[in-house]
């Protein structure tokens, strides 16, 4: 059984920075594509950031420039971390694991706002 736990989430001010964090059970991880979306209220869940096995990356236009994600295979753990928030990027954001079944997070929430 392949789980996902996200941390990292909180209340932040314009301009700040939080780190996520995703933790995959199982040792699957390393071989699968792994990334985040996020979804606001009243939106669609939209892709943030993905990272493929070999560690290729893409990104939101939204995000480029301030958002990185990363994967450590040793922890099985893949990382966003946050820069120069904005209160748009106010979401529940979910991390996820591509193989033949994509599974979720329970999800995350961050808020930016002053």
């Known amino acids: 059984q392949v789980q996902l736990v996200e941390s990292g989430g909180g209340l932040v001010q314009p301009g700040g920075s939080l780190r996520l964090s995703c933790a995959v059970s199982g040792s699957i991880f390393s071989i699968y594509a792994a990334g985040w979306y996020r979804q606001a209220p009243g939106n669609e869940r939209e892709l943030v950031a993905g990272i493929s096995s070999g560690g290729s990356t893409n990104y939101a236009d939204s995000v480029k420039g301030r958002f990185t994600i990363s994967r450590d295979n040793a922890k099985n753990t893949v990382y966003l971390p946050m820069n120069s928030l904005k209160p748009e990027d106010t979401a529940v954001y979910y991390c996820?694991?591509?193989?033949?079944?994509?599974?979720w997070g329970q999800g995350t929430q961050v808020t930016v706002s002053s």
């Open positions: 996820y694991l591509h193989t033949l079944t994509r599974y």
